[in-house]
């Protein structure tokens, strides 16, 4: 008897939870996906000395009103680089 009824609660159970399954995949309430997105990258490169002067956030400005978003700024001693992704 009470063999029958654990079997009968486990089978409502199964049952319920498809159910719910099914309804939530009808929806689309799936999880959001994390597939591989499309990332642009931008080197701008300029003279070293323009790198310590004002003449680079012009640059800035114009990238980031754009949507880039400066990832990393480095220089040796002829130039410096700046890498934006967008």
Not at 2 to 19: F, G, M, P, S
Request: net charge positive.
């Amino acid at each position: 008897m009470k063999r029958d009824l654990l079997t009968r609660v486990l089978l409502v159970v199964a049952v319920v939870l498809l159910a719910l399954n099914l309804i939530m995949t009808i929806m689309g309430t799936s999880s959001p996906s994390y597939a591989a997105k499309t990332t642009q990258y931008n080197i701008i490169t300029k003279s070293a000395p323009d790198m310590y002067s004002s003449d680079i956030q012009p640059v800035l400005d114009k990238y980031s009103s754009e949507g880039w978003e400066l990832v990393s700024a480095f220089a040796n001693e002829e130039r410096c680089y700046l890498i934006f992704k967008k």
